[in-house]
């Protein structure tokens, strides 16, 4: 077998186990879908979250902006990596103090607000949206680069690759 057969077979492969292990431990609560039913060690979330900042936005846009700019665009990695560090440390020790799984629950809870929950909401999708695009752009470019197709195809697949894991919990 040449080597791009043995890249797709490990790679496909390696969904399978992913898709597989998303089966096994499937979430059966909302507790065990935000926080892992509360049973992840400190020093295993963190892993995950450094993984989730560690995305398409991180490798491709953050490398593409400091080789485009030099190294005045690491200005931009370091406010980057700033907002994540405040974030850990002022927000998401609150969330767990007032048994929350998401910002607008807190806030509502916080502030006595149905209207600052709602803004919050309001806020957080179109935070999220907008993160969203970039990543699928990402991921659209990594698979139609990899699978050496279109990048139309290549958003496809992924897409079909991150829902279908997402909806498995």
């Not at 149905?114 to 309001?122: F, H, L, N, S």
């Amino acid at each position: 077998m040449d080597v791009k057969t043995w890249t797709y077979l490990i790679v496909g492969i390696t969904f399978v186990a992913y898709i597989g292990i998303a089966i096994w431990s499937k979430a059966k609560s909302t507790k065990e879908f935000y926080v892992a039913g509360g049973g992840v060690s400190p020093i295993a979330n963190g892993m995950a979250t450094a993984a989730d900042w560690m995305s398409a936005a991180s490798f491709i846009s953050m490398a593409g902006l400091i080789a485009f700019s030099g190294y005045g665009g690491s200005v931009f990695l370091m406010g980057w990596t700033g907002g994540y560090v405040l974030l850990a440390l002022l927000l998401a020790p609150y969330l767990r103090k007032y048994g929350k799984f998401t910002v607008p629950e807190f806030i509502g809870e916080r502030f006595y607000s149905k209207t600052a929950r709602v803004v919050a909401v309001a806020c957080l999708i179109i935070i999220s949206v907008t993160y969203v695009i970039g990543q699928m752009k990402g991921v659209g470019v990594a698979f139609s680069r990899f699978l050496e197709t279109d990048y139309n195809t290549g958003l496809f697949i992924g897409m079909g690759i991150v829902f279908f894991y997402a909806v498995l919990g």
